[in-house]
């Protein structure tokens, strides 16, 4: 029965019936929580003998190297080796740092802003009319952070295969265009795996500014929770190949591997950049946390090690995934008013809903007591063209309770659906 084709008569029984079970769901009194992608209880269970993996004073030396100590300002030997194995770049390439990759990248951008990048020809900060791209949907925290420092955010369309690279490469013509944010594997919030070609395509570029900066947040690169994991193409050496070796800064780090708030982030770019960025993060800081990036090294221990782990967390998440996609096939699909992706990696299901509705579903389920992401989150500025995104976040609540949540969600979408149709 597609809402799109209901007679007057049809309207009016179907619209009762899906009002009266919002009002079941609001007099429950709910307070269920899908905003943010993070782990579950079961998922932070799971790792929580990290924390006594260090007992022994003699266990605090690295290579030499000892963890309790000032010094090593780009991270212990064996973190750097660690992610650098787990990206397919040079530990020479990987900078080892504190719990947050979201502060390097903003520290990235904020060097660039006050001091300017390796090939800048003057801080940021004395040059206007700055432009960024953004393709969306996509991450709003990322938008956010250029956003800040004053940058016009341009929209890039997202495609199956990634950012739509026709648009980006007449984009990048313009000088003023100094960037671009990237989440290239499970891409938040739909959950696409860039295309060999797209990344070829983005490696290659040939931007019109000197010191265009490639942000590559690959915050889900061996987050697969359906199938195998699945390889993806080093993206410094892909532009090294293209005489970009310095355009692009790769960012990952343990907050959904471990414990979010007390993991490891690093951020992986040139040698050349490394010396750049190491020389100017040297002023602001003697070292990060080395005993947590210790205690991290042994308890991964090495990429296929941390594979093995990354299993028992899709044990744990795909049930919800599942949840979501299977209930969204029962009662939305027939229905005509929303399609969706259905990610095999990652922490979200994106949801488009016919145009209007995104706004008016989400303050519907707000009233029934379930929080969800804004509505335009997705988009730079927080404006969705079409208000028509939804970002879905089923890791956080356990099983019963999505469920309740998304039986939630699908009465606000009906009902927001039907309210739209009687105008």
Request: charged fraction near 20%.
């Amino acid at each position: 029965m597609g809402y799109q084709n209901l007679t007057a008569a049809e309207w009016k029984t179907e619209y009762g019936k899906v009002l009266a079970e919002f009002e079941g769901w609001k007099a429950r009194g709910l307070t269920l929580n899908m905003a943010r992608g993070k782990p579950g209880k079961a998922q932070l269970d799971l790792v929580s003998d990290i924390m006594t993996v260090l007992t022994d004073p003699d266990d605090c030396m690295d290579e030499g190297v000892n963890a309790r100590n000032y010094g090593e300002l780009s991270g212990i030997p064996s973190a750097r080796k660690l992610f650098a194995e787990i990206l397919g770049c040079k530990p020479s390439q990987v900078f080892a740092a504190g719990n947050s990759s979201l502060q390097l990248m903003y520290d990235t951008v904020s060097k660039a802003y006050t001091h300017g990048l390796l090939h800048s020809e003057s801080p940021w900060c004395r040059q206007e009319g700055l432009k960024w791209l953004c393709p969306a949907p996509g991450y709003d925290r990322h938008f956010k952070v250029t956003e800040s420092f004053g940058f016009e955010l341009v929209t890039v369309p997202m495609t199956e295969n990634g950012p739509d690279m026709d648009v980006v490469e007449q984009l990048i013509r313009d000088p003023k265009v100094k960037g671009m944010w990237n989440v290239p594997k499970y891409s938040n919030p739909d959950g696409i795996i860039y295309s060999d070609e797209t990344i070829e395509r983005i490696a290659a570029m040939k931007p019109a500014a000197p010191d265009f900066l490639l942000m590559w947040d690959n915050a889900y690169c061996i987050h697969e929770f359906d199938g195998e994991f699945v390889p993806f193409p080093d993206i410094l050496s892909l532009c090294e190949k293209h005489g970009n070796a310095d355009m692009v800064f790769e960012y990952a780090s343990t907050s959904k591997i471990t414990l979010p708030g007390s993991g490891v982030a690093c951020f992986a770019c040139s040698e050349a950049n490394m010396a750049y960025l190491t020389k100017l993060l040297g002023v602001q800081i003697i070292s990060f946390d080395k005993m947590n990036q210790l205690r991290h090294v042994k308890y991964l221990r090495d990429k296929a090690h941390t594979l093995a782990l990354m299993k028992k967390h899709a044990a744990i998440l795909k049930p919800k995934f599942d949840m979501v996609t299977d209930t969204l096939a029962r009662e939305i699909a027939p229905l005509g008013i929303a399609a969706w992706h259905t990610p095999k990696g990652g922490y979200f299901v994106s949801v488009n809903t016919a145009p209007g509705l995104a706004k008016r579903t989400l303050a519907l389920c707000k009233e029934a007591g379930v929080v969800m992401t804004d509505a335009g989150a997705t988009f730079p500025y927080g404006r969705d063209p079409q208000d028509s995104n939804i970002r879905i976040a089923p890791s956080l609540p356990p099983v019963e309770e999505l469920e309740q949540a998304m039986a939630v969600f699908c009465c606000c979408l009906k009902l927001a659906a039907l309210e739209q149709a009687a105008h």
